[in-house]
Structure formats: structure tokens, C-alpha cells
Antibody, heavy 118, light 110 residues
Framework: QVQLVQSGAEVKKPGASVRVSCKASGYTFTSYNINWVRQATGQGLEWMGWMNPNSGDTGYAQKFQGRVTMTRDTSITTAYMELRSLRSEDTAVYYC???????????WGQGTLVTVSS | QSALTQPASVSGSPGQSITISCTGTSSDVGGYNYVSWYQQCPGKAPKLMIYDVTKRPSGVFNRFSGSKSGNTASLTISGLQAEDEADYYCSSYTSSTHVLFGGGTKLTVL
């Protein structure tokens, strides 16, 4: 069965970077794009960007341009999202999700809580 | 780009039907047939309920249906059940930012 398993919770200080991993299994990793979506506590969903695991191509939401990098390691079917220059407003649960079709996400990771606090 | 517009909350009694709207622009909802709907229960990851405006993934009950008219998409849940109580989010492909989500709607089953 398709599974996306994310790395554990992180606590970071303002200005630091965080890297969240997303281990895919149960399907051909290079056949589906991975999207990253975040959700601040009590808030809505916010799309951050996409990555093509086959080519490594990426596309980022303008809000995160210059601060986010999405990569992958196909040998271990794992996608990564690195966010730099963290600020308190980046405190949120970060999800990876498998892209289905043009703009839908059919399988989601369990989420990774990133807390930014001094 | 601003989020798609959804009502903050809707409610209905068991057995009734409810509709949640999702309003965008001609650059997103109105311009493409790529609207999706997600159900999110507290503390859980979102679950895909509708994609490409009207299509249901396997395993999603046919009580859930989607539609679109102009710049507004809608999710209708018929035969409302207690377990449908959750937050619902729409999303759309956009010409500028690729994907845009709605602000979310809290569904309460009375």
C-alpha cells in the first residue's frame, strides 16, 4: 500500500534551517510528483511547492522562493524539504503529499511539526 | 495571491444535505477543471474526497459530489452523517502559483 512516512518533530531557533524528510513506499517513487503543504495551528492549508522525483525539477510558491529547497534521493525513495531563515511564523505542521493528476494529492504523510522558538 | 473563499462554517442535521462553496477567479477555479476537495479530521492529514471538479477517488462514498459554475466550485454532502463532521478545504490549479487552497470550512453535524 502507498505510504509516505515523514521525519519527526523539530524545534529550531529563529534564523536556523530545518530539513524534513518524506519516505515513500508502495509505488514507483519516480512516477509521481511530491507536493509540500504546511498548516499553522488552527489555520488553513498552504501550498509550498512541488518536486518531480524523476527529473529533480521543482516549482515553489512565490512566498517561499529563495528560502525553500526541495530535493530527493531516488536510491532510498525519499523526498526532502529544507526551509531556511526560519521565523516564528514558520511554526506549523509540514506535510508531503503525492501529486495525483494535475493538482490533486491522493496520499499524504502524517505531518511533521516544526516549532520555531527562541 | 489570496486564498480561495470558503464559508467559515456550515452545519446540518443527520440525513440532510449541505453544500460548501469555494469561490475563486477566472485564473484558478473558473479557468480550469482542476478543483479538489479535502476532508481533514482533527489531528489528521487531509484526505482527498473530490478531484478534477467532479471525480471521486476509489473508496470515497458517493454521498460526496462536486460541481462548478463559473468561478465557484461546490462540494455537496448528501445523507449527512456524524462522521462527516470535519474541516473541508478546496484547492485549485492556478495560472500563477500552481496550487491555491481555500481557507477551510468547518462542518458541524447537529
Amino acid at each position: 500500500q502507498v505510504q509516505l512516512v515523514q521525519s519527526g518533530a523539530e524545534v529550531k531557533k529563529p534564523g536556523a534551517s530545518v530539513r524534513v524528510s518524506c519516505k515513500a513506499s508502495g509505488y514507483t517513487f519516480t512516477s509521481y510528483n511530491i507536493n509540500w503543504v504546511r498548516q499553522a495551528t488552527g489555520q488553513g492549508l498552504e501550498w509550498m511547492g512541488w518536486m518531480n522525483p524523476n527529473s529533480g525539477d521543482t516549482g515553489y510558491a512565490q512566498k517561499f522562493q529563495g528560502r525553500v529547497t526541495m530535493t530527493r534521493d531516488t536510491s532510498i525513495t525519499t523526498a526532502y524539504m529544507e526551509l531556511r531563515s526560519l521565523r516564528s511564523e514558520d511554526t506549523a505542521v509540514y506535510y508531503c503529499a503525492r501529486n495525483f493528476g494535475v493538482a490533486a494529492n491522493d496520499y499524504w504523510g502524517q505531518g511533521t511539526l516544526v516549532t520555531v522558538s527562541s | 495571491q489570496s486564498a480561495l473563499t470558503q464559508p467559515a462554517s456550515v452545519s446540518g442535521s443527520p440525513g440532510q444535505s449541505i453544500t460548501i462553496s469555494c469561490t475563486g477567479t477566472s485564473s484558478d477555479v473558473g479557468g480550469y477543471n482542476y478543483v479538489s476537495w479535502y476532508q481533514q479530521c482533527p489531528g489528521k492529514a487531509p484526505k482527498l474526497m473530490i478531484y478534477d471538479v467532479t471525480k471521486r477517488p476509489s473508496g470515497v462514498f458517493n454521498r460526496f459530489s462536486g460541481s462548478k459554475s463559473g468561478n465557484t466550485a461546490s462540494l455537496t454532502i448528501s445523507g449527512l452523517q456524524a462522521e462527516d463532521e470535519a474541516d473541508y478545504y478546496c484547492s485549485s490549479y492556478t495560472s500563477s502559483t500552481h496550487v491555491l487552497f481555500g481557507g477551510g470550512t468547518k462542518l458541524t453535524v447537529l
